[in-house]
């Protein structure tokens, strides 16, 4: 029964992740897809694999689930400094979360939380590095966190590298949902370093490659923006 109930909490761990990304870039609204991320499976001959399995992992995943709860709450409400350090009383925060049980599931979900709470409240340094460790390959989040660190690169003022990320999170997601989306973001900021062609050329890619996004609706607006403005 606590193994249920222990599976129950992890998964509803995982499935936050969607609603991170939703709350912070704002474009998969209402995506709540389940992600699940590629577990190695023990080839459990040696005992002492089997030991440290069942005897150190389960439990620590079992705490990590338990303790990232209240820090999940805290998020959704918008309190990023208690989310992310506590309330002294009966929550310990994300950071310590990471600390602790930073090779859980759990712990690494508190990793994206983290980053997004310190790119909430204005830290793009700690953001970067925590978005950073973040792994996960889920097609739609993976990009997004991808994104994400963009975002942070520009905010703040290392454009150049904000749109690298643009454009890294737009070939990883390889779809019309997610990358034209980049793409746009990446015309933009092309545009604010007055790199016209560039701009054109990530214009153009969501009119020719991804024709059916939303994004394409009104992009050719865009592109004889940056025309005129070349010349």
Known sequence: MAKKETEKKITSAE??????VSRSEKFIENNKKNI?????ALAAIIGAILAY???YLVPKSANAAKAIYKGEQYFQLDSFNLALNG????????EYIIDQYGGTKSGNLAKAYAGICYFKTGDMENAIKHLKSFKCDENNIAP???GLIGDCYVESGDVREGIAY???????????FISPFYLKKAGLAYESLQQYDDAIKA????????????EADD?????????????
């Open 87 to 94: 309330n002294g009383i009966d929550y310990d925060g994300f």
């Open 166 to 176: 643009f454009e890294k999170a737009a070939s990883k997601a390889g779809n019309d």
């Open 53 to 55: 399995n069942y005897l």
């Open 15 to 20: 499935q936050e992740v969607g609603e991170i």
């Open 219 to 231: 992009i050719e607006k865009y592109i004889v923006r940056a025309r005129l403005a070349k010349k």
């Open 36 to 40: 699940t991320y590629g577990i190695i």
């Open 144 to 146: 997004a966190i991808v």
């Open 203 to 214: 214009y153009t890619a969501i009119k020719e490659k991804h024709a059916a996004s939303m």
